[in-house]
């Protein structure tokens, strides 16, 4: 018997056109999901989509911004028949616009805020009754060590991440009778494309405060991921994986 298969299931993966999100939702469409890859930016999800095509996989690219609360729904009503049923929530998006508070703009605030955590609420909202009609659900929130040690320059970021941790426990208890489960993966420093262009120097820097001596792979955070979706995770629920190496214990 294969682990973690996802084959009759199907996937919203939210920030999908890079980095955590894409390897989320290639991870999922190995095991057999049928995949929506959302993000604000089509073309990325048109080429990602092609991509998971042309391996035999079932994916739908989804324009979607998060921020824009009013619209989520009515974006995902329009979902071709075949994708319409959702059984896997990825509420991955997020954004950045970090500076320390003295100097934070409200604005920094409060868009870090409507993306990062109103709009995996908003979502999140729109899909589950049609989880509890199924009475099988997975939810699983991307937040950062960043939610649960802080960090200098990041106070919207850390409270955005952390209110995911907070909003993650409580739906836990409000949907586990519906065999829905709700859980949190929190990455420390993994490698993007920006920390690529770090001097080497630097990377070594950020990697000596990791007990595990490397940055993590965006492949890390999805194994995690194909776990929490799986039949396997079934008995988990209200859970944070923290995915650091080590550098959140």
Same mark, same amino acid.
């Given at each position: 018997?294969?682990?973690?298969?996802?084959?009759?299931?199907?996937?919203?993966?939210?920030?999908?056109?890079?980095?955590?999100?894409?390897?989320?939702?290639?991870?999922?469409? +190995?095991? &057999?999901?049928?995949?929506?890859?959302?993000?604000?930016?089509?073309?990325?999800?048109?080429?990602?989509?092609?991509?998971?095509?042309?391996?035999?996989?079932?994916?739908?690219?989804?324009?979607?911004?998060?921020?824009?609360?009013?619209?989520?729904? *009515?974006?995902?009503?329009?979902?071709?028949?075949?994708? *319409?049923?959702?059984?896997?929530? $990825?509420?991955?998006?997020?954004?950045?616009?970090?500076?320390?508070?003295?100097?934070?703009?409200?604005?920094?605030?409060?868009?870090?805020?409507?993306?990062?955590?109103?709009?995996?609420?908003?979502?999140?909202?729109?899909?589950?009754?049609?989880?509890?009609?199924?009475?099988?659900?997975?939810?699983?929130?991307?937040?950062?060590? $960043?939610?649960?040690?802080?960090?200098?320059?990041?106070?919207?970021?850390?409270?955005?991440?952390? &209110?995911?941790?907070?909003?993650?426990?409580?739906?836990?208890? +409000?949907? *586990?009778?519906?065999?829905?489960? *709700?859980?949190?993966?929190?990455?420390?420093?993994?490698?993007?494309?920006?920390?690529?262009?770090?001097?080497?120097?630097?990377?070594?820097?950020?990697?000596?405060?990791?007990?595990?001596?490397?940055?993590?792979?965006?492949?890390?955070?999805?194994?995690?991921?194909?776990?929490?979706?799986?039949?396997?995770? &079934?008995?988990?629920?209200?859970?944070?994986?923290?995915?650091?190496?080590?550098?959140?214990?």
């Amino acid at each position: 018997m294969s682990l973690f298969r996802l084959e009759g299931k199907t996937a919203l993966v939210t920030g999908a056109s890079r980095g955590i999100g894409e390897a989320i939702a290639r991870r999922y469409a +190995e095991q &057999g999901a049928r995949v929506i890859l959302a993000a604000r930016s089509l073309d990325a999800l048109e080429a990602l989509a092609e991509s998971l095509r042309g391996e035999g996989a079932e994916a739908h690219a989804l324009a979607l911004d998060l921020s824009d609360h009013e619209g989520i729904a *009515a974006r995902l009503g329009e979902l071709p028949e075949d994708f *319409a049923s959702i059984d896997i929530l $990825v509420n991955n998006a997020g954004i950045t616009r970090d500076n320390l508070l003295a100097r934070m703009k409200q604005e920094d605030w409060d868009q870090v805020m409507a993306t990062n955590l109103t709009g995996a609420f908003v979502a999140t909202k729109a899909l589950i009754r049609g989880m509890m009609r199924k009475r099988w659900g997975r939810i699983i929130s991307i937040s950062s060590v $960043v939610g649960m040690m802080g960090n200098s320059g990041q106070a919207n970021y850390a409270a955005a991440k952390a &209110g995911l941790i907070g909003f993650s426990k409580s739906i836990a208890r +409000e949907l *586990a009778s519906r065999n829905i489960t *709700a859980n949190v993966i929190a990455p420390g420093y993994v490698a993007t494309a920006m920390t690529e262009n770090l001097p080497q120097a630097a990377a070594d820097e950020l990697a000596s405060g990791i007990p595990l001596k490397r940055l993590g792979a965006a492949d890390d955070v999805a194994a995690a991921a194909v776990y929490l979706a799986s039949e396997e995770a &079934g008995y988990v629920t209200g859970e944070v994986l923290n995915v650091s190496g080590g550098l959140y214990i």
